[in-house]
């Protein structure tokens, strides 16, 4: 079964500065789309970014960037020029293939804190 | 278009009794997904529509869980006989259906406290 590890429940960084949460996840297929959402407090998650494993070349979003290892099985977002309302938890999934399952797995999620 | 609308936001009630919650998508969105977070956990999916037709299950949708999108807008999900164990933000989402698989749109929630 895939399945999506988050190694740190929490995270902190200074504002202004940069921070990569880490994301590993389990699966044999060779096609399919990781994601990483955002949570405020407000509740609500948000598209952070995507990455489609077919494709070499590490997605960016302004601040936000992606390290994908497909070998390794790792997805990792950088947050760069850290804001204050950056402030959330930060969860790391994955989707199946076209034609496969339409559900999204979660990791367990990043609690990020941005210190003025 | 506002997004994607869940009501109620929160829902307090008795354990044995039945609640319902709505959600209404974005309206030119054909997929739409449940989803249940517990506290401290990620999203743990539990249905799929396309349109009208509910097309995938998971197993944590147990038979007090039904949901329904009778006319392809719109969906309910009802939990019949609540248990303390199904306290937990339920999240719905909702995205086009069209060729490349793309993120969601959640909405906010509704929080359900069982007591």
């Known amino acids: 079964a895939q399945t999506v590890t988050q190694s740190q429940p929490e995270m902190s960084v200074q504002e202004a500065e940069t921070v990569t949460l880490s994301c590993t996840y389990d699966t044999s297929e060779s096609d399919y789309y990781l994601f990483w959402y955002k949570q405020p407090p407000s509740r609500q998650m948000i598209l952070v970014i995507r990455q489609e494993a077919y494709k070499q070349q590490n997605a960016t979003e302004n601040r936000f960037s992606v390290n994908f290892q497909k070998a390794a099985k790792s997805f990792s977002l950088k947050i760069s020029d850290s804001q204050l309302g950056d402030a959330a938890m930060y969860f790391c999934?994955?989707?199946?293939?076209?034609?496969?399952?339409?559900?999204?797995?979660f990791g367990k999620g990043t609690k990020l804190t941005v210190n003025p | 278009d506002t997004g994607v609308s869940q009501d109620p936001r929160h829902k307090i009630t008795k354990r044995g009794q039945n609640v319902t919650f709505r959600c209404d998508p974005i309206s030119e969105h054909n997929r739409l997904y449940w989803y249940r977070q517990t506290l401290g956990q990620g999203p743990e999916f539990l249905t799929y529509f396309q349109n009208e037709a509910q097309l995938e299950k998971s197993r944590l949708l147990s038979d007090r869980f039904s949901a329904e999108r009778p006319k392809g807008s719109f969906s309910t999900l009802e939990i019949q006989r609540t248990e303390q164990g199904d306290s937990a933000m339920y999240l719905c989402?909702?995205?086009?259906?069209?060729?490349?698989?793309?993120?969601?749109?959640f909405g906010s929630g509704t929080r359900l406290t069982v007591v």
């Open positions: 999934a994955y989707r199946f293939p076209q034609g496969g399952s339409e559900k999204l797995v």
């Open positions: 989402a909702s995205s086009p259906s069209w060729e490349t698989p793309d993120g969601y749109t």
